[in-house]
């Protein structure tokens, strides 16, 4: 874990971000508007010769990068270094945690950011999901079968979801509502 992510679970917003492919991805971040100095000296190790693609999600320019290039020459960790700390004098609060996971992300450097603790891909709540597995392999009597029956349609008159399927003992079911 992150020595400057110890906050909690409760403390995570839900954030929608950029990926490389500009689609849409959402993330659970801890305090999202901290600075992203906090997290440089960590980072720029496992960037590395990568740099140069994290420049270019900063939006820094060629000219920019092959200054940085030329000023640290043969040494990718203090090219990334350096571009990092340019970019947060330039920018100084407004280089957020956020602002340095989409572009981590957009990078393709994803993997980065997620083992340093940044961020989480967001899960959907598999509960308003709700599938019957649980039951799969119970036998059922009668009485059984009318609160299995009370369960189905209470989940699909709860759900956010239009239900038309379930899976109940290995066998797919269509829901017809009439």
Avoid at 115 to 136: A, G, M, T, W
Wanted: a positive charge; aromatic letters at 8%; charged letters at 25%.
């Amino acid at each position: 874990k992150s020595a400057n992510d110890n906050t909690s679970d409760s403390n995570k917003k839900k954030r929608r971000i950029t990926g490389a492919n500009r689609e849409k991805i959402d993330i659970w971040i801890s305090d999202p508007e901290s600075s992203a100095e906090l997290y440089i000296n960590e980072l720029y190790i496992d960037i590395g010769s990568k740099w140069k693609r994290l420049a270019t999600a900063l939006n820094l320019s060629k000219t920019e990068i092959d200054v940085i290039k030329a000023d640290n020459p043969q040494n990718a960790r203090n090219q990334c270094h350096t571009m990092l700390h340019q970019y947060f004098q330039a920018n100084g609060s407004n280089f957020t945690k956020l602002l340095l996971v989409e572009a981590l992300v957009k990078a393709r450097l994803q993997a980065v950011a997620e083992s340093h603790n940044l961020f989480e891909i967001y899960k959907p709540d598999k509960s308003k999901e709700r599938n019957l597995d649980n039951l799969q392999h119970k036998a059922l009597s009668g009485k059984e079968n009318y609160l299995l029956i009370d369960f189905i349609m209470r989940l699909i008159l709860s759900s956010n979801k239009s239900i038309n399927q379930f899976t109940y003992n290995y066998k797919r079911y269509n829901v017809v509502m009439i």
